[in-house]
């Protein structure tokens, strides 16, 4: 039987590298796995609690609501409003996913369709390229450098958008949306609020949606601060951004992924994932089980944890790159 939809797909590079990491400790090589990027510390200890202590109540074993538990997205909120002084609508601006990727891959579902096109980062992280290609849609590419310092971006920027600008008028259909993610993975690239204030008059300029993956949003170092894309001016007529708790409480296991900004583009995911019957259990509609959102919830204001996080990562980069403390 022949697949649909799997067959133009590029291999999945953490399969690649993972295939690669077995095949050398087999041959007896100490291998230091830095693949997935998987927290070597506990969890929080307050979401752990928060988790353990919601799971035993009964009422939170029923299905979830279409856009995520009330107060959960209060929580995001006040997030965005004291970390970036971001107002975003509780009702119609914030939507609870399963995580970043079931959010980004939803959203790329009803953004895209075959004969549609798409710009995205070169390199990029594997659902980025996935995401549009499982909706039918043609990929057109952004490449990327890396940055040692966010603060000297001036050749990066100039390229960054020389190319961009070259990916939008070569070719037809013209891309309905933009993927980017920053700071980058894999490669690190940081970029200021200017920057994304350009890519926001870019987008509304050409009618244009500009999908935002904050998935390192609490990773700066220095006095770096990731900036949101719902800072620029006029982002909420064409941005969505996709924020994750995972690099916020080093919890992948008891993540949740919030999309924030175009409210239109909000109702369209809700209506999706109210139809959508693919997961199993039922952890959905639009967000985790109550059980399960009330951890992030807890933690979402507590700064002092994204905080500590950082410090340790800073502290690996150092040991890792040979960097001063």
């Given at each position: 039987?022949?697949?649909?939809?799997?067959?133009?797909?590029?291999?999945?590079?953490?399969?690649?590298?993972?295939?690669?990491?077995?095949?050398?400790?087999?041959?007896?090589?100490?291998?230091?796995?830095?693949?997935?990027?998987?927290?070597?510390?506990?969890?929080?200890?307050?979401?752990?609690?928060?988790?353990?202590?919601?799971?035993?109540?009964?009422?939170?074993?029923?299905?979830?609501?279409?856009r995520?538990?009330p107060?959960?997205?209060?929580?995001?909120?006040?997030?965005?409003k004291?970390?970036?002084?971001?107002?975003?609508?509780?009702?119609?601006?914030?939507t609870?996913?399963?995580?970043?990727?079931e959010?980004?891959?939803?959203?790329?579902?009803?953004?895209?369709?075959?004969?549609?096109?798409?710009?995205?980062?070169?390199?990029?992280?594997?659902?980025?390229?996935?995401?549009?290609?499982?909706?039918?849609?043609?990929?057109?590419?952004?490449?990327?450098?890396?940055?040692?310092?966010?603060?000297?971006?001036?050749?990066?920027?100039?390229?960054?958008?020389?190319?961009?600008t070259?990916?939008?008028?070569?070719?037809?259909?013209?891309?309905?949306?933009?993927?980017?993610?920053?700071?980058?993975?894999?490669?690190?690239?940081?970029?200021?609020?200017?920057?994304?204030?350009?890519?926001?008059?870019?987008?509304?300029?050409?009618?244009?949606?500009?999908?935002?993956?904050?998935?390192?949003?609490?990773?700066?170092?220095?006095?770096?601060?990731?900036p949101?894309?719902?800072?620029?001016?006029?982002?909420?007529?064409?941005?969505?951004?996709?924020?994750?708790?995972?690099?916020?409480?080093?919890?992948?296991?008891?993540?949740?992924?919030?999309?924030?900004?175009?409210?239109?583009?909000h109702?369209?995911?809700?209506?999706?994932?109210a139809?959508?019957?693919?997961?199993?259990?039922?952890?959905?509609?639009?967000?985790?089980?109550?059980?399960?959102?009330?951890?992030?919830?807890?933690?979402?204001?507590?700064?002092?944890?994204?905080?500590?996080?950082?410090?340790?990562?800073?502290?690996?980069?150092?040991?890792v790159?040979?960097?001063?403390?």
């Amino acid at each position: 039987m022949e697949f649909r939809r799997i067959t133009n797909l590029p291999p999945y590079v953490f399969t690649i590298i993972n295939n690669l990491k077995i095949e050398a400790r087999r041959s007896g090589v100490d291998v230091v796995d830095l693949g997935f990027g998987n927290p070597d510390i506990p969890s929080p200890s307050i979401a752990v609690e928060k988790l353990g202590e919601s799971a035993r109540i009964a009422r939170n074993h029923r299905y979830s609501m279409s856009r995520g538990l009330p107060k959960l997205r209060e929580a995001i909120a006040d997030l965005y409003k004291r970390k970036w002084n971001v107002d975003l609508d509780v009702e119609t601006e914030i939507t609870n996913t399963i995580g970043s990727k079931e959010g980004f891959s939803h959203l790329m579902w009803v953004l895209l369709d075959r004969g549609d096109a798409a710009i995205v980062p070169s390199p990029s992280y594997p659902i980025h390229i996935y995401g549009p290609l499982f909706a039918g849609a043609d990929l057109r590419q952004v490449p990327m450098r890396s940055l040692s310092d966010p603060r000297v971006q001036t050749d990066f920027e100039g390229d960054f958008f020389d190319n961009l600008t070259t990916a939008y008028e070569v070719g037809w259909p013209k891309p309905r949306v933009l993927v980017i993610s920053f700071p980058h993975n894999p490669t690190g690239s940081c970029v200021d609020l200017p920057f994304m204030q350009r890519v926001v008059d870019f987008c509304r300029e050409r009618d244009m949606i500009v999908v935002h993956d904050f998935a390192y949003a609490d990773v700066g170092f220095g006095g770096y601060q990731p900036p949101s894309i719902l800072q620029a001016e006029g982002a909420k007529e064409c941005a969505v951004e996709l924020y994750s708790m995972t690099s916020q409480t080093w919890a992948p296991k008891i993540v949740i992924g919030v999309s924030g900004g175009l409210d239109s583009t909000h109702a369209l995911i809700v209506a999706v994932k109210a139809m959508d019957r693919l997961e199993r259990p039922r952890t959905d509609v639009i967000g985790h089980t109550p059980t399960s959102t009330t951890a992030p919830t807890a933690n979402a204001s507590g700064p002092a944890n994204s905080r500590g996080r950082t410090t340790t990562s800073l502290a690996s980069r150092n040991s890792v790159t040979g960097r001063p403390p």
